[in-house]
């Protein structure tokens, strides 16, 4: 499988875990997405870009996550320049380098 | 390659003449476990070397490391990443005046001139600054100006 199917299969399986039952009528009501359709991408049909969204959109709405990093993720990538977009991600890739080294530390610590 | 503050103190402090462990934990006041992670990075990337017992800055195997870890880009990065820091730390004692002024052509002269002598002041200390002293003793100082409207400029371009 590769990332891009991984990624649909991911995402399908994400929403569907929101459902207490979901059915195919269930997650097309809620989607808008036509029933055949979902039928053909929960088996492995390539979903759109436009498909991929409204999942995503769904999801986070599902999630009751308004303003969280995610969702301002995607207003940056809306609104900002590559640049902007690029310093943004070092930072936040810097954070994280940071975390990591303190959390491995903490575990060799521990173990230690 | 972009360093991390505090991949970058250790650096500073085996180029300081720190050349075991112990020494870089107490010249960095990093704890042991964080030096001991990162020094095997920079032993696989050639940054530094173990010999005689030693570590030392590796110079010679792939010298490529030092014009990366100076990139504008990636030094850029680290100053930016120190002065938010200054800037958390203003209330814990970390003196950071910034002040918005208008100055006519004379004035802006002779700020250039004071801020001249305070660069000559910290490359004369520089030059003075003993070797084998903790690099974690070390004080960051910041001095210079922008125009207000440049600043906007790029924040708001």
Known sequence: MNDYEEIQRHTLCEYMSLFERPTIVNLAKDSKIQKTRLFRLINGVDMRLSEYLVLKQRIRALNMVENSLEELAVECEQHLNSYEISELSKQMSRRVRQKKLQKITKEYSTAA | ?157
Do not use: C, H
């Open chain 2, 1 to 157: 390659m972009d360093l991390l503050l505090s991949q970058r103190i250790v650096l500073e402090a085996i180029a300081n003449k720190a050349d075991s462990i112990d020494k870089i934990i107490k010249s960095t006041g990093l704890s042991k476990s964080i030096v001991n992670n990162i020094i095997p990075d920079f032993l696989l990337l050639n940054i530094i070397q173990y010999k005689n017992s030693k570590y030392t800055l590796d110079r010679e195997t792939n010298p490529k490391w030092l014009q990366e870890v100076s990139k504008i880009e990636n030094v850029k990065m680290e100053i930016k990443e120190m002065l938010s820091s200054s800037v958390d730390l203003m209330n814990k004692g970390a003196i950071v005046n910034l002040r918005k002024i208008y100055l006519s052509e004379f004035e802006e002269k002779l700020l250039k001139i004071e801020l001249g002598r305070v660069e000559k002041l910290i490359v004369d200390l520089q030059k003075n600054s003993g070797v084998n002293k903790d690099v974690k003793d070390m004080k960051v100082v910041y001095w210079g100006y922008s125009g207000y409207g440049d600043i906007l400029k790029n924040r708001v371009s």
